[in-house]
């Protein structure tokens, strides 16, 4: 059983900046790869930024240069930080953890969701 518990998220002025971070809890203590994808209203869930274990970073071109992604594998935990927020980074915000207990099995792990509003 994994928990994945977010924290972060809020309204913020465009311009602004946001952390959100995102804590595993439960039986597995390692995940291959750490993620946060957002989904916006009337729209699919996308990729927004993801990091291996050992510390590959995966951005969506439209916030590279503005989110870095970070985790601390000891706490299991995974942050994103957003710089220049800009109004169309307003969505929900998923965290997702994938673990790989064999090598063609990927188990997905999803958190609440965090809302981010960015005001222009």
């Known amino acids: 059983q994994v928990h994945l518990v977010e924290s972060g998220g809020g309204l913020v002025q465009t311009g602004g900046s946001m952390r959100l971070s995102c804590a595993a809890f439960?039986?597995?203590?390692?995940?291959?790869?750490m993620g946060w994808y957002r989904q916006a209203p009337g729209k699919q869930r996308e990729l927004v930024a993801a990091?291996?274990?050992?510390?590959?970073?995966n951005y969506k071109d439209s916030v590279k240069g503005r989110f870095t992604i970070s985790r601390d594998n000891a706490k299991v935990t995974v942050y994103l930080q957003m710089d220049s927020l800009k109004p169309e980074d307003t969505a929900v915000y998923y965290c997702?953890?994938?673990?790989?207990?064999?090598?063609?099995?990927?188990?997905?792990?999803w958190g609440q969701g965090t809302q981010v509003t960015v005001s222009s």
């Open positions: 990091i291996t274990v050992g510390g590959s970073t």
């Open positions: 997702n953890a994938q673990h790989n207990p064999l090598r063609d099995v990927k188990l997905d792990y």
């Open positions: 439960g039986t597995i203590r390692s995940f291959n790869t």
